[in-house]
């Protein structure tokens, strides 16, 4: 009897005393002495006493055939089972699946003389355990226990529609062929999956195209194989087991898609391939010990087609790096990106003969020159990565046409692009010196260059996976050109006074008057050398208003007129009137003449804040005033759409077609003259002068100067 009122952690050791007593009494009557060690360590006896009846092999209960004594369900009757018992009776942990089989005297109900009959059956020469025992069996002793039916699992295996058919590239490495969807949404009890063959069938390739599978659930390889196929024809079987030796789960009421991964054969010919199953592929058990009900959909994936080799698209992007003007003798000038891209496979590029068209044409002594005059190396980058040795790659070859071509070699840095995502590779510059004076050097200011990647063969690269050489059938070049760049000796950079800041000029209302400011820019010379001004533009709508007597101040101090020729009337209508002002810089600040022509210096990296003042009044024939309306005015700084027929030419050869919209905004390196600081006559007609098309212009210099930018709109009486 167990005292009442005694807690359950009591009666647990009372009843373990008990047990331990009754195997005390075994051992001094000298009945066995088997039990002692068993209870030192708690383990269990595969081949324990009780009539000298074995454990059988497997007699984990079935329905309603059992094994008695066989509490915990496992494939031993030990000394686990009265631990289990006891557990049940006295700590309220899970009951028997079989309660049968925990009646191990078979007196119809299950209490704590079971486990002591146990214990006295296998360890002390009691009586045997009542059948069915040590066999499966039914009980014949009519009561009211029984067992508990095993769930019966369900699921349905099918290979899933992805991945699409495509091309395989042959030696292509962890390709996932297939997905296997796992189907346990109606089954009962969780489904564990002990084993399963994957079969590839080939078409037209060697049999074993696609072995040394593996799947995975997600990351987590859950099958794979452990050793050669079978292979009967041209399909092989693939025997998958689970890694740790532990049945791979899928919980009942859960759908699970397994990605079928494997390697393409390098030996593969042409052909294709595809991963089927085939009902009786899938090994599985109920989790609970009860069967499967193994269905099959859907049995054959999608086909995929080897290929030898993988392709390559080359293309160039433009948009970050707009042609424009560059300085000579200036380091690591940036010009353009191609973008790489890789198909079926990992690309190798080993050699890439990049060609220079030149954007001016040059032809000294007859011959043409080659449009990588003006380059003094070629870099390489992969973002911060340079590709092409520290100093970059010298131009050596001779000029073709008007095409220059220059082997960039990667044979021992190589640009690896990788199958997902492309590869960007930035493309600088160190530009050569391009001045004229005193002695002409290797570039040739006004020149420019175009890099571009012309053909297909001009692209050395090797697939990765296979191995293979790419023809030029494999490369693709798509708009494999960068922009344009001209080199001069010096660049200027022009800010217009929409982008000048806290220097702006704020449009608003303005008093009729002289001497009034009206604009503000902003010029600022290269550090590569001095920017020489010659000539500035504007545009000025006149609304019911006029604008007389223009004139350019730097520091207060006057510097530019306009010239008796130079102000166009565009267009005029009734209350309006559209002028273009050019204004020539001279050397006392009035309108010039053949003599005070002179070019306004700004030194290598300065910069200048220009500032335009005129005299401002009503139009008087339009009837302004306050009875019939205000005047407005409206000013823009012109810049050029395209470059002057001739360039670099002479300033005043250029300023004398202004008439054909050209040449707004005029400026010289003075690759010819030097910084003599105020030219001469002579440096004005030189062939040293272009206008302001590229011109680098917007906030950060990252625009190109527009050819009209309206910024400032004043409203006067």
């Known amino acids: 009897m167990v005292a009442v009122g005694v807690s359950i952690q009591t009666r647990v050791a009372m009843v373990a005393a008990t047990i331990v007593a009754t195997a005390a009494i075994g051992v001094a009557l000298g009945v066995s002495s088997a039990i002692s060690p068993f209870l030192a360590v708690g383990g269990g006896i595969p081949n324990g006493g009780g009539g000298g009846a074995p454990n059988p092999a497997s007699i984990v209960s079935v329905g309603n055939q059992f094994v008695r004594g066989n509490a915990n369900d496992d494939e031993f009757v030990d000394i686990g089972d009265a631990v289990y018992i006891i557990n049940h009776i006295f700590l309220g942990s899970q009951a028997p699946l079989c309660m049968d089989a925990a009646d191990v005297n078979d007196t119809g109900k299950v209490d704590i003389s079971d486990p002591i009959y146990l214990i006295s059956a296998k360890f002390l020469g009691g009586p045997n355990i009542p059948p069915p025992y040590p066999a499966l069996g039914v009980d014949v002793t009519p009561d009211t226990l029984g067992c508990k039916p095993l769930p019966t699992g369900i699921l349905w295996v099918s290979v899933g529609n992805l991945p699409v058919s495509q091309s395989v590239i042959v030696g292509t490495q962890n390709f996932e062929a297939a997905q296997l969807v796992f189907d346990a949404s109606a ?23 696609f072995g040394d599978i593996e799947l995975f659930d997600g990351m987590t390889k859950i099958l794979t194989n452990p050793g050669a196929p079978n292979c009967s024809g041209f399909t092989c079987a693939w025997s998958l087991l689970t890694p740790s030796g532990t049945p791979w789960v899928v919980p009942s009421g859960t759908v699970k898609v397994i990605r079928v991964v494997g390697d393409v054969s390098t030996t593969a010919g042409p052909g294709s391939f595809a991963v089927s199953i085939q009902p009786g592929d899938v090994m599985a058990r109920g989790v609970q010990g009860g069967t499967v009900d193994v269905n099959y959909g859907q049995m054959t994936g999608n086909t995929m087609s080897l290929a030898q080799a993988g392709a390559l698209t080359i293309a160039g992007l433009t948009q970050n790096h707009p042609a424009g003007l560059l300085p000579g003798n200036t380091n690591g000038l940036e010009v353009g990106v191609f973008r790489l891209t890789a ?9 890439i003969y990049l060609s220079a068209d030149s954007i001016r044409p040059i032809q000294p002594n007859g011959s043409q020159a080659s449009a990588l005059n003006q380059v003094r190396a070629i870099h390489l980058y992969d973002g911060a990565t340079r590709l092409t040795p520290a100093g970059g790659v010298i131009p050596t070859s001779t000029n073709q046409l008007d095409r220059a071509t220059v082997l960039i070699d990667l044979t021992n840095n190589p640009i690896v692009v990788p199958l997902t995502g492309a590869k960007d590779i930035t493309v600088k510059v160190d530009t050569n010196s391009v001045s004229r004076y005193p002695f002409p050097s290797i570039g040739a200011p006004g ?5 571009s990647i012309a053909v297909s063969s001009d692209v050395s690269a090797v697939g990765e996976w296979s191995a293979t050489r790419l023809d030029t059938s494999s490369v693709t070049l798509s708009g494999a050109s960068l922009n344009g760049f001209t080199v001069y000796v010096s660049v200027p950079t022009v800010t217009t006074n929409g982008d000048l800041g806290a220097n702006k000029l704020v449009s608003g209302i303005l008093a009729a ?3 009034k400011e009206l604009y503000r820019f902003k010029v600022a010379a290269d550090s590569a050398g001095d920017v020489y001004l010659f000539q500035v533009g504007f545009m000025v709508s006149q609304q019911k208003a006029t604008l007389t007597n223009p004139k350019l101040k730097i520091d207060g101090t006057q510097y530019a007129a306009t010239t008796s020729v130079d102000v166009l009337v565009m ?27 002179s070019p306004y210096r700004i030194a290598a990296g300065a910069s200048k804040i220009v500032s335009l003042y005129g005299d401002v009044a009503c139009w008087t024939d339009t009837g302004c005033g306050t009875a019939n309306g205000n005047g407005t005015m409206e ?45 001469s006559g002579t440096a004005t007609i030189a062939e040293q002068w272009t206008n302001g098309y590229r011109v680098r212009s917007g906030a950060g210099a990252t625009s190109k100067l527009n050819a009209t930018t309206t910024d400032v709109t004043f409203t006067y009486p």
């Open 635 to 679: 000013l823009s700084f012109l810049g050029d759409d395209s470059f002057p027929a001739t360039y670099p030419d002479g300033a005043l050869q250029l300023s004398a077609k202004t008439p054909q919209n050209k040449n707004r905004f005029i400026w010289g390196d003075m690759s010819i003259s030097g910084p003599l600081g105020v030219a």
């Open 187 to 209: 089954s009962v009890d969780s489904v564990a999956v002990t084993g399963l063959a994957v079969r590839v069938g080939a078409t037209g390739a060697l049999p074993n195209v």
């Open 513 to 515: 008057g002289s001497n």
């Open 571 to 597: 267009a005029r209508t009734q209350n309006r009137r559209d002028s273009v002002f050019h204004l020539w810089f001279t050397s006392d600040g009035n309108a010039p003449t053949a003599t005070t022509v």
């Open 447 to 451: 020149q420019g260059f175009r890099f």
């Open 343 to 351: 198909i079926r496979e990992p690309i190798r590029v080993e050699k």
